[in-house]
Every structure is written in C-alpha cells, then in structure tokens.
C-alpha cells in the first residue's frame, strides 16, 4: 500500500514536470491540428458558426481556383530556384572553410550573419538594393558595366529577385550543418584514398560525399520545407498600399502567401484550413519520397 | 605535356610532390579568392543598410550611390524615434522575447527532466506525439491558434503573443537528451539524501545541463526576436507592435525614406547580432548537433 502510494506520488510529479508543456501543446497544437481539418470541410468565416460543406473547399481549390495552381507552380519555381543552388554554394564554401586555413572563424561568421538576421530586416534591405532607377545598388552596379537599369521587382523579376536574395540569406546555415558533417567524416577514409593515388575530385566523388550523405538528406529535406513555406520575403517585396500580397498579377503570390490573404484578409478559415493541409500533404510526400531515394542509394 | 608523358614514363618521383604542392597551393589560393569574393558579397548589404541609415535624404537621392558618406547625420535614427514609437516597439519585442525565452528554459527542461529519467504511463507514447508533431508545419495549427486567441480575449496583447510559444516540442527534445547523459547515481543520492523530485531538478539536473539551456536560450531568444507571422496575425493597434511587424509597417508607410527603413533594419538587427557575437560558441555548436532553424 505504502509502494503504492509512493509509486503514484512519484508519477504525480512527472505529470506536474510536463502539465505546462503538455497545456500549451494540447491548445496551441493538438486541438488545432484537429481544428483545422475539421474546418477544412466547413465554411467558416469566425463570425458564424462553420457550416459543413464536405469535400467542396478540396475540390474548389484543386479544380477552380486558378490563383491556387499560379501560387503552386510560383511556390515550385523558389524551391527549385533555392534549393540545388544553396546546397552547391554552401556545400563547396563547407569545403573551403574546412582546409586548414586562416580567418576560418571571421569567414563562418561572415556567412553566418544572414541567418541570424530577421528575415524583415533582410527583405528591406534588399528591396533598397533592388530600387528601380539609378539610386538602387544593383542597378548603379550594372549601369557602370553599361547595361540598362533594370525593374528588379516588376512582374518578370520579382520572383527571381527573391530567390536570389533567399539563397543569399540561407547559405550560412546550410554551411554550418555541411561543416558538422564535414568534420564526422573519419581522416583516415582520405588518407587511405590518398595512398590509392586518389586525385581530389576522386576523393569528393568517393569519400566526401558518400559519407556526407546523412547530413545531405537532411539538408535537403529542411531546404524543401522551408522553401516551400516562403512568405516573410513575399510579403515584404510585393506588400503594396491596398495591403495585397503577392504582387502585380500574383507574380510572386507563393502558396503560403495566398493561404495568409485567404485566412486573414478574406477570413475564409474553412478554405485557408484545407490549404494548409494540402501544404501538410504536400510536405509530407516530399519527406517520404527524399526518404527512399536515399534508401535506395545506400546500398553498398 | 611530352615532359609530363616522359616523367611518369621513367616513374619520376622526386617530381610529384613538388607539382603536388604547386596544385595545392594553386587550390589554397583558389579557395582564399573564394571565399573572400563570398564573405564580401554577404557583407555589402550590411555595409549599405548602416551607411544608407547615417545618410541625410538629399545624399540618398544624389547620383551615382556611394557608400562614402559627405554629412553623416543621425536625422534617420531620430526620426525613427519620434514619428513612430520605435522606443516602445522595442520595449515590446525585449518583454516578449524575454518572457518567451525564461518560460521556455523553464518548462522544456522540466518537461525534458521528466521524459529523460522518470518513469511513468504514458511516457514513451506521449514523447513520440511530441516528436511526431514537429513534423506539423506551422500553417496548419496558425489559423486555429488565432481562433482560440481570440477565443480567449488575448488578441491584441502580450498574453497572445507570449503563452503559445512558452514551451515547445524542440525544447523538450534537446533537454531530454541532454539530461539522459546525467548519470542516475547523481539523481539516486539525492534521493538517499531525501530531496524532493523539484528539489533534485533544481539542485542537481539545472547546475549540469547549463550549456544546454544556453543553446536553448539563445535559440528561442533569436527566433522569437525575429518572429514575424504570429505577431502579424494577433496583432492589431500601433502600439502592440514588435520590431520585425514595426519594420514591415514602416516598409509599408515610408517605403520611399530609405534612410529611415534602414535605421529601422539596423535597430532590428543590432540586438540579436550582439548575442549572436557574444553566444557564437554555443549558437553554432548548437546548430551543428540538432539542425535548429533559428
């Protein structure tokens, strides 16, 4: 009885360790989660009660809604135009800074400082590097090699504008995650290769990246994420004085962008809610199927 | 090329390792030019945001753009100040940020302690909910977690801003596998000695995880410094703002007094720079063994 009594005391105090975590999970997580793919079927506009309308909000979104798919392809084009990009560049800076060379720690805090920027702060620092005319950095710079100013944000750039500016800000944090994989990987695999008479892009193809392959999926997975659920940079770059996002003829409108305006300039909860579980899904199809290539991969 | 064909012909040795380290020092000067083109091309935005801010606006507006300044001025800075309630907003974002941060050193640690080393029902199935859902992208929780706000009467308040994020799944991960490193005999003679369990987490587990609450204090101070989204949404009078929400406005509104927004951009970046330079030990250690996104 005593043991008894003892036993549940002590569970009584785990339970208290994690109740305040638990709390703030359970509301802000748990019952949203479930909230919002109820809503999903629903019509909801926070005023009224949701109102049941099955699978028309899907259906409406994957068949009628036009903005939708320009949202979904300008959404693939930053993760396509990001991803590989970033990867490469910090990839081979991981590399750099990985040889034994002076400054290393003013090099990586060079790279670094982007990521620890607020991305609000970025974004309006680049929108000034970008002014239309001649006042704008970009455009003094290619004026003075003779080529015509440029309307970095009008319809046509605006998108590539941005992804430049986003692999400019994620390339130090990605450095730093290829640095920690750099540094796991075992001298003595190079000093084998090298007794092998390996040259250094045989021992890249071979040891480097074989081996950095964990740190590479997971890279990757994180960039696609991340670059899938681009906004902040959107918002800034396309904001203009009726507060729509995305820019003219929703140049730049990126699935999250839209899913905001649907939910919170609209206040069409239902259909912003099937949205972001259309991005759930989406994401989660990315993981699964990054997951098998590199199953299939590691073979030897 | 005929020297080089003769030379491994005659399997000339004494050759190689010279032309070898002719090839290495090419490299090393390869990756050198590299990477000092790299570190310039990160830093030039930041040299143009401070030097546009000291900038008077008719030096802003002269052609061609020079990062020399003629009259540097503070006029920006104290505009900033004056026309919008910068000082307030900044108020605002250190109240936030600091509560956010304290309750979460907190109550992941004590949540951590618990999954690392106690045992109870439920533990391992609750701990595998908590990891599962970091797989949950924000944007499916965003829109009920602002009903419930709303809900609760905190729309428009610190309260909105600050309890949703006073506890998370990532936090509680990287306590608990920290504090599993912990040897239980530590923990067992405390309890010969008849502590009580928050005795032991406070007397034995918090003086040995220190580096880890660092790691999890500076993350969570930078990525609630820099959060955007959730303000944007909870947030609706002036004076509430935060510095990232105060920034976008003051994009919006004075778009065209670059000297302005980017005094606001240097007030916004300035903080988390000076933790970042002073924590850089633990920051980057800490990325490296957990991939947090800040």
Known sequence: MNYALKEFNKQKASYMFIAPSFLIFTVFLIIPVFASLYWSFTEYNILQPPKFVGFQNYADILFHDPRFWKAMTNTVIFVVGTVPTSIAVSLLLAMAIDQNIKLKNWFKTFFFIPSITSIIAISVIWKWLYASGKYGLFNHFLSSIGIPPVNWLGIDLTLPSIIVMSVWGGLGYNMILFLAGLQGIPQVFYEAAEVDGASDWDKFRNVTLPLLRPTMLFVTIMSIISAFQVFEQVYIMTYNSEGAVGGTLDCALTIVAYLYETGFQRFAMGYASALAYLIFFVLFIVTIINMKIVEKKIEY | ?294
Request: with cysteine; glycine share 6%.
């Open chain 2, 1 to 294: 090329m005929e020297m080089r064909e003769i030379r491994k012909f005659n399997g000339d040795e004494a050759a190689r390792p010279a032309s070898k380290s002719k090839q290495q020092q090419l490299l090393r000067t390869f990756v050198y030019v590299f990477l000092v083109i790299g570190s310039f091309i990160m830093i030039v935005p930041f040299v143009w945001m401070i030097v546009t801010s000291f900038k008077p606006l008719d030096e802003i507006n002269t052609y061609p753009p020079s990062f020399f300044i003629r009259k540097p001025t503070l006029a920006a800075y104290i505009e900033l100040f004056s026309i919008i309630p910068m000082g307030r907003y900044f108020m605002n974002s250190l109240i936030v940020t600091s509560a956010i941060t304290l309750a979460n050193i907190f109550f992941c640690s004590l949540a951590g302690y618990a999954f690392a080393k106690h045992r109870f029902f439920g533990r391992d199935k609750l701990f595998l909910l908590l990891v599962g859902s970091m797989m949950i992208p924000w944007q499916v929780n965003l829109i009920p977690s602002f009903v419930i706000i709303k809900k609760f009467g905190w729309l428009n308040s610190f309260a909105g801003l600050i309890i949703p994020a006073m506890s998370g799944a990532f936090g509680i991960f990287l306590m608990r596998q920290f504090i599993m490193n912990i040897p239980d005999d530590l923990i067992d003679a405390a309890k010969i000695d008849g502590c009580s369990e928050f005795t032991i987490y406070r007397r034995v587990i918090l003086p040995l995880i220190q580096p880890a609450l660092a790691s999890l204090a500076i993350f969570t101070f930078m990525g609630q410094w820099n959060n955007f989204v959730w303000p944007l949404v909870v947030i609706y009078s002036s004076k509430m703002r935060t510095i990232p929400l105060a920034l976008s406005v003051l994009n919006g509104q004075f778009g065209t007094n670059f000297a302005m927004v980017m005094a606001g951009a240097v007030i916004a970046t300035l903080p988390v720079l000076i933790v970042f330079v002073a924590f850089q030990k633990y920051f980057i250690k800490g990325i490296a063994l957990t991939g947090l996104k800040a």
